[in-house]
């Protein structure tokens, strides 16, 4: 059978059964779903930090489905890699691009149910209020489908959407996003653009959302890499776009491209972990809600570590690929939790000459947009050890020297401090600004010849040939010291 959600959940548990955990107790589907997973992260007693199935939430028939996506070892095992190989693996399978293949329609689950017309009512599913603050109840894991008017290519990327009735929900994707690309070609072209949103499927599905590919388009393809098999697609009900014909539901509609057909949005609890983003945006009417006859309601908790480790991952993945297609000596990439899995790149570089590290933070800037600040490394250092990290900064850098600073450019549009090209920082006005202050850190040690010295350590293969099993507990001074 092909891969989806269910043999995802049977593989998850069955490889490790600490890391899925189900709750049959009736839960609110605001507030209380998340504050379940605020209490499990708090506390030592489950380290595996499991995701959760919900069976009985209030009001709703569905069951929810969350944090399945806040951890590395899920994330790595959704694309048969360890957390140790994980980046290399995903920038290799990611790039296979295998092509998805089209299924009858008898053969797709998402067709099960169909509601259109009258029976299209958002509140029959357990659409969650994840944070306190956030404006309300957000559909937050679907992928959205859209197709490029200019290459007919089709482009998936996760947007968060805010429930603005039975029938609407909003449409709010970062200006450098593929989804706003599309946007703006519909508006110019006097169309409205279709589109569809998938919630629940294999977890590659979401990460192929995330992926940095080049240029528009290409996710389905990186999804089916991801898989190691064709992604299985249907096409839509009401707009003219293929669906993953093993998701849980689609959600299917169109957004009216005038600017005038705006909704306000927001806030939310966003990567940056702060609420951010607020003001008019477009809005997604739907058309028709296709699904499982026992639909998995997926949900991702938002500012938190599922939202991190989702968006980190494949970003990992594109920037270590796509970074080494322009300095092959690029060796390893983290976009650690510090900077929320986007913010901060650290980069390990196999250095041949001065200059070269600054060509590897221009290609990452390139890369993606949300990525801040730049620390480039030896190839000595663990990436993913940020203490090493730190002490290069310390050992290797001279800030007057090996500091880059590069103003307004194109940021992230949800980080807190952004600014506008008047850069009035102190203003009230809460809308979302995108400039922002990139950095470059050169931590690596001069090109040969340049002197520099070597680091410290013990030969390593007498650090190997010691047996441990040599030590013993004290039992007062021996009597060779006593004499
Ligand atoms: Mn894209």
Same mark, same amino acid.
């Given at each position: 059978?092909?891969?989806?959600?269910?043999?995802?959940?049977?593989?998850?548990?069955?490889?490790?059964?600490?890391?899925?955990?189900?709750?049959?107790?009736?839960?609110?589907?605001?507030?209380?779903?998340?504050?379940?997973?605020?209490?499990?992260?708090?506390?030592?007693?489950?380290?595996?930090?499991?995701?959760?199935?919900?069976?009985?939430?209030?009001?709703?028939?569905?069951?929810?489905?969350i944090n399945l996506c806040?951890?590395?070892?899920?994330?790595?095992?959704?694309?048969?890699?360890?957390?140790?190989?994980?980046?290399?693996?995903?920038?290799?399978?990611?790039?296979?691009?295998?092509?998805?293949?089209?299924?009858?329609?008898?053969?797709?689950?998402?067709?099960?149910?169909?509601?259109?017309?009258?029976?299209?009512?958002?509140?029959?599913?357990?659409?969650?209020?994840?944070?306190?603050?956030?404006?309300?109840?957000?559909?937050?894991?679907?992928?959205?489908?859209?197709?490029d008017p200019d290459s007919?290519?089709?482009?998936?990327?996760?947007?968060?959407?805010?429930?603005?009735?039975?029938?609407?929900?909003?449409?709010?994707?970062?200006?450098?996003?593929?989804?706003?690309?599309?946007?703006?070609? =519909?508006?110019?072209?006097?169309?409205?653009?279709?589109?569809?949103?998938?919630?629940?499927?294999?977890?590659?599905?979401? =990460?192929?959302?995330?992926?940095?590919?080049?240029?528009?388009?290409?996710?389905?393809?990186?999804?089916?890499?991801?898989?190691?098999?064709?992604?299985?697609?249907?096409?839509?009900?009401?707009?003219?776009?293929?669906? !993953?014909?093993?998701?849980?539901?689609?959600?299917?509609?169109?957004?009216?491209?005038?600017?005038?057909?705006?909704?306000?949005?927001?806030?939310?609890?966003?990567?940056?972990?702060?609420?951010?983003?607020?003001?008019? =945006?477009?809005?997604?009417?739907?058309?028709?809600?296709?699904?499982?006859?026992?639909?998995?309601?997926?949900?991702?908790?938002?500012?938190?570590?599922?939202?991190?480790?989702?968006?980190?991952?494949?970003? =990992?993945?594109?920037?270590?690929?796509?970074?080494?297609?322009?300095?092959?000596?690029?060796?390893?990439?983290?976009?650690?939790?510090?900077?929320?899995?986007?913010?901060?790149?650290?980069?390990?570089?196999?250095?041949?000459?001065?200059?070269?590290?600054?060509?590897?933070?221009?290609?990452?800037?390139?890369?993606?947009?949300?990525?801040?600040?730049?620390?480039?490394?030896? @190839?000595?250092?663990?990436?993913?050890?940020?203490?090493?990290?730190?002490?290069?900064?310390?050992?290797?850098?001279?800030?007057?020297?090996?500091?880059?600073?590069?103003?307004?450019?194109?940021?992230?549009?949800l980080s807190p401090n952004?600014?506008?090209?008047?850069? @009035?920082?102190?203003?009230?006005?809460?809308?979302?600004?995108?400039?922002?202050?990139?950095?470059?850190?050169?931590?690596?040690?001069?090109? !040969? !010849?340049?002197?520099? !010295?070597?680091?410290?350590?013990?030969?390593? @293969?007498?650090?190997?040939?010691?047996?441990?099993?040599?030590?013993?507990?004290?039992?007062?001074?021996?009597?060779?010291?006593?004499?």
């Amino acid at each position: 059978m092909a891969k989806d959600l269910r043999t995802y959940l049977a593989q998850l548990s069955e490889t490790y059964p600490n890391q899925l955990k189900v709750v049959d107790k009736e839960v609110d589907r605001k507030w209380e779903i998340t504050a379940f997973v605020e209490k499990l992260r708090r506390d030592p007693g489950y380290p595996e930090f499991p995701a959760i199935l919900f069976t009985n939430v209030k009001g709703s028939e569905l069951p929810v489905l969350i944090n399945l996506c806040a951890s590395y070892e899920r994330l790595a095992l959704s694309i048969d890699a360890t957390v140790a190989n994980m980046v290399e693996v995903y920038g290799t399978r990611e790039a296979s691009g295998v092509p998805p293949v089209e299924v009858k329609r008898s053969e797709a689950p998402v067709k099960e149910v169909i509601w259109t017309g009258d029976q299209i009512d958002l509140s029959k599913l357990p659409i969650v209020w994840h944070n306190e603050l956030d404006s309300g109840y957000y559909v937050d894991a679907g992928p959205c489908i859209v197709r490029d008017p200019d290459s007919g290519k089709i482009n998936a990327g996760i947007y968060r959407h805010e429930m603005q009735n039975n029938k609407e929900l909003g449409f709010m994707p970062n200006p450098a996003h593929h989804g706003s690309f599309v946007l703006r070609r =519909m508006r110019e072209l006097g169309k409205p653009m279709e589109v569809a949103i998938v919630v629940g499927h294999h977890p590659v599905f979401p =990460m192929a959302g995330v992926s940095k590919l080049a240029g528009i388009g290409g996710e389905l393809l990186a999804a089916g890499g991801l898989l190691g098999e064709p992604l299985e697609v249907v096409p839509a009900e009401t707009v003219d776009l293929p669906v !993953p014909a093993r998701a849980e539901i689609v959600i299917e509609g169109i957004v009216d491209t005038n600017l005038d057909a705006m909704r306000e949005e927001g806030p939310f609890g966003e990567y940056p972990r702060y609420y951010t983003g607020i003001g008019p =945006m477009p809005y997604v009417k739907i058309t028709a809600i296709t699904m499982r006859k026992d639909a998995i309601y997926q949900t991702i908790f938002n500012a938190h570590v599922e939202h991190t480790c989702l968006g980190a991952l494949p970003r =990992m993945g594109s920037v270590y690929r796509r970074v080494r297609e322009v300095i092959p000596t690029v060796t390893g990439v983290n976009l650690p939790v510090s900077g929320m899995g986007r913010g901060h790149a650290y980069i390990s570089l196999h250095k041949h000459h001065d200059g070269e590290p600054k060509q590897v933070a221009f290609a990452a800037f390139g890369v993606d947009p949300l990525i801040k600040h730049v620390f480039v490394v030896d @190839d000595d250092v663990d990436v993913f050890d940020e203490n090493e990290v730190l002490w290069c900064m310390c050992t290797r850098f001279q800030a007057d020297r090996d500091l880059s600073i590069i103003p307004y450019a194109m940021g992230g549009h949800l980080s807190p401090n952004n600014y506008d090209i008047d850069r @009035d920082e102190r203003s009230k006005d809460r809308h979302k600004k995108h400039l922002e202050t990139k950095m470059i850190l050169d931590m690596t040690k001069p090109a !040969p !010849p340049t002197f520099f !010295p070597p680091r410290c350590s013990v030969p390593e @293969d007498v650090v190997e040939a010691v047996n441990l099993e040599a030590l013993q507990d004290y039992k007062g001074l021996p009597e060779v010291v006593k004499s």
